[in-house]
């Protein structure tokens, strides 16, 4: 079992930057590849970035690509998403996700989920 706890989130101006974190516990977190997803009111839950289990690899939806970096200490048991150049559509609830599989998946088959943290963008 794998527990997943996002902070980070909060209100910021658009152009602004914030980072969001994912703090596991549980199997070493090594074993897994790591996702976020966000999901905006009304809308579906989406693939935002992915990381390979030892970090060498990441996968960005198009809409964050050199906006967002995500990144993994593994001796800490984190993922980070760090977000800059923010836009008021990227206001969304934020996910952090894990699965065993070894491939960077951009569908929800994630076996574990965070409850989310809420990131606002103001114009």
């Known amino acids: 079992q794998v527990q997943l706890i996002e902070s980070g989130g909060g209100l910021v101006q658009a152009r602004g930057s914030l980072r969001v974190s994912c703090a596991t516990s549980?199997?070493?977190?090594?074993?897994?590849?790591a996702a976020w997803f966000s999901q905006a009111p009304g809308k579906e839950r989406t693939f935002v970035a992915g990381?390979?289990?030892?970090?060498?690899?990441?996968n960005y939806a198009d809409s964050v690509k050199g906006r967002f970096t995500i990144s993994r200490d593994n001796s800490k048991n984190m993922v980070y998403l760090q977000m800059n150049s923010l836009k008021p559509e990227d206001t969304a609830v934020y996910y952090c996700?894990?699965?065993?599989?070894?491939?960077?998946?951009?569908?929800?088959?994630?076996?574990?989920w965070g409850q989310g943290t809420q990131v606002t963008v103001s114009s």
């Open positions: 996700a894990a699965r065993s599989g070894a491939a960077i998946s951009t569908q929800r088959n994630y076996e574990y």
């Open positions: 549980g199997r070493a977190f090594s074993s897994y590849t």
């Open positions: 990381i390979s289990k030892g970090g060498s690899t990441t």
